[in-house]
């Protein structure tokens, strides 16, 4: 798995993105169960992930952060990444931030894309 904390912070919600190679569901819910290991992402308030299989097939999880997770299949689909699972890690920080919050989203998986 790699991670990159501290992407960004916006109205005192802070942000990481997480990522790793998946071939099936079995392997998404392992990655994800290895991630809430660490008690800092356990209590996080949303771990958003979605993968985008080989056959086209997306698959997405918002965790209360609703249309959250379409946001990284569709970044996925354009960069044309497949059977490989992103999360982003929320840490509410008090103060909605409507619909910036799909900017910040994207603002993580942009910078595990580029970090590849």
Known sequence: MRQILNVVTDR????????CPVASRA???????????????????????????ADGTPL?????????GMVIVRMLERAELHD???????????KHLGGDRFRRVQ??????LDSM
């Open 84 to 94: 490989h699972l992103i999360i982003v890690t929320r840490w509410y920080g008090g």
């Open 60 to 68: 997405k999880g918002d965790d209360g952060e609703s249309g959250a």
């Open 27 to 53: 392997d998404v819910d392992a990655a994800l169960k290895q991630l809430k290991r660490d008690k800092k992402f356990a209590k996080a308030t949303h771990n958003t992930w979605a993968v985008l299989h």
């Open 107 to 112: 603002d993580c998986v942009n910078a595990y």
């Open 12 to 19: 005192g919600s802070k942000y990481a993105v997480t990522g």
